[in-house]
């Protein structure tokens, strides 16, 4: 693997470039949407993996870490109707977002912008705290898993999403054969610090896991010219100049070199259900 930093990994890119513009963020979600052909909606298995392990009747005050859009939280709120749910996120830009997508729920959310290492809420306040998709962008997740601890009541549920390792490796050997990143296949993986083989055992530090769930998400791209809609906001890609968030520019430069084609790639999708107060009872499959 190349030693270049991951830019998931770096404070100035997380609290800066990669999030300071949401529409970004939404190219990718939606080429990606557009391409699944298998895959649960992870804010919905998440909310499910939740309801199953809340105490009936409860309406419950959850922490949504890493909201980004507001996807997750809206999901939430429409699923468990809690009594209180605070949305959390380091972008300011995304909890602009966020606000206006779930400013029509029935539950009142506060959109609070703070870092996940240091959570702004006091000792066990939460009974369900969901992290997808953002422990990766911490160099210590461990840290981050102590803060969720904290903040659960005793009987307080967590559920903590990432990504596999090699998730979407097909697209790096994509790249890499066009020439326009020619060490693409060799990168270190985005999602390095917290992925599906080490989150159960960064959450068993801090917490009883309960049960893990992988769910393998596919996707087959049309074209390179829907394939270019994804790569161009990838942050994994160093592209020559005026490729990055030009989708339409990376389509006619991959089409230059490669043959057209549908590409099909692959995700395993990891839930991690924790809690404080249960003995360790894993168990492997669908919710």
């Known amino acids: 693997m190349t030693t270049v930093p991951n830019p998931f990994l770096d404070p100035a890119l997380v609290h800066g470039g ?23 909606h992870a804010a919905q298995v998440a909310a499910e993996l939740a309801a199953d392990q809340l105490p009936s009747g409860q309406r419950p005050t959850v922490l949504d870490i890493g909201c980004g859009r507001g996807t997750s939280t809206r999901v939430l709120a429409d699923r468990l109707r809690p009594a209180r749910l605070v949305a ?19 539950v009142r959310v506060a959109h609070v912008a703070g870092d996940f290492h240091r959570l702004p809420l006091p000792d066990c306040c939460c009974h369900l ?26 009987e307080g549920i967590a559920v903590l999403v990432t990504k596999s390792l090699d998730s979407y490796r097909e697209l790096d050997d994509l790249v890499a054969a066009s020439g326009l990143d020619k060490q693409a296949a060799n990168r270190r993986s985005l999602y390095a610090a917290a992925h599906g083989d080490n989150l159960p055992g960064l959450t068993a530090a801090a917490l009883d896991v309960r049960r893990i769930v992988h769910h393998q998400h596919r996707f087959r791209f049309a074209d ?49 259900v924790a809690g ?12």
């Open 18 to 40: 990669l999030y300071d513009e949401p529409g970004r963020l939404a190219r990718r979600t939606s080429a990606l949407h557009k391409a699944k052909t298998a895959g649960g």
């Open 88 to 106: 959390l996120d380091a972008s300011a830009a995304l909890l602009r977002e966020a606000r206006s997508l779930t400013n029509t729920s029935l």
């Open 129 to 154: 705290v969901l992290a997808a998709f953002c422990l990766y962008h911490s160099t210590q997740p461990a840290a981050v898993i102590r803060e969720i601890a904290r903040s659960l009541t005793p």
């Open 224 to 272: 390179l010219g829907h394939t270019a809609e994804y790569l161009a906001t990838s942050p994994k890609y160093h592209l020559p100049e005026g490729l990055r968030d030009d989708h339409a520019a990376l389509a006619r430069a991959l089409r230059a070199r490669l043959p057209d084609r549908a590409v099909t790639t692959t995700s395993t999708v990891t839930y991690v």
């Open 276 to 287: 404080r107060s249960w003995d360790n009872e894993v168990l492997q499959g669908e919710p």
